[in-house]
């Protein structure tokens, strides 16, 4: 069949499929590089939140203390409780900030269960804390809210981190 033909067309023949080879390697090899940058930023991005997960917890349970003491009826705790709650809320805030910049989009659906009863631990607080103005909330139930609330936040780094397909990538939220 290449008998008939000139020599470049020979020559071009030869090398058109070693050079089309190299060029689907080529961008098979980018596509894998490009989704692993891309990955990598979401951990970043993740990463950076670490340190807000653990400014919350510590702010929660100052709150729960604080709140706790309160209902001892500790004056002092209770000039203190609107302080504790407004360094929750700011903790809170930035933490909820820090999580739409990093981009919830890419995380598995357990991954956005969790996310989503973080935020419904949020409402839960805001509902606990109308609960414990109101006078309607026992020590018990004090503890009780505080301490599922915190065990949500503590819980979603790890699943969080499950997430991520670098497990050396994620190891940086535990």
């Given amino acids: 069949m290449l008998r008939n033909l000139g020599i470049r067309w020979k020559i071009l023949a030869v090398l058109a499929l070693p050079v089309l080879i190299l060029v689907v390697g080529a961008s098979v090899i980018s596509g894998q590089a490009l989704s692993d940058a891309r990955s990598a930023w979401h951990v970043r991005d993740f990463a950076d939140t670490g340190d807000d997960f653990s400014i ?34 700011e903790s809170l805030s930035s933490l909820n900030q820090m999580i739409k910049i990093a981009g919830p989009g890419f995380l598995t659906s357990r991954s956005r269960r969790v996310l989503n009863e973080a935020d419904q631990s949020q409402e839960n607080l805001q509902s606990l804390r109308r ?25 979603l780094p790890g699943i969080i981190g499950d ?12």
């Avoid at 604080?66 to 500790?74: G, K, L, M, P, R």
């Avoid at 004090?142 to 819980?155: A, F, K, P, R, W």
């Avoid at 397909?165 to 940086?172: F, P, V």
């Fill in 163 to 174: 997430s991520f397909t670098n497990r050396e990538q994620g190891a940086e939220l535990y």
């Fill in 131 to 155: 609960r414990f103005d109101a006078g309607t909330l026992d020590k018990n139930d004090l503890i009780d809210g505080y301490s599922n609330i915190i065990s949500t936040q503590v819980e």
């Fill in 56 to 89: 919350l917890i510590k702010a929660l349970q100052k709150e729960r203390l604080t709140s706790f003491n309160a209902v001892q009826s500790s004056q002092k705790a209770q000039k203190g409780l609107r302080s504790a709650r407004t360094e929750t809320d």
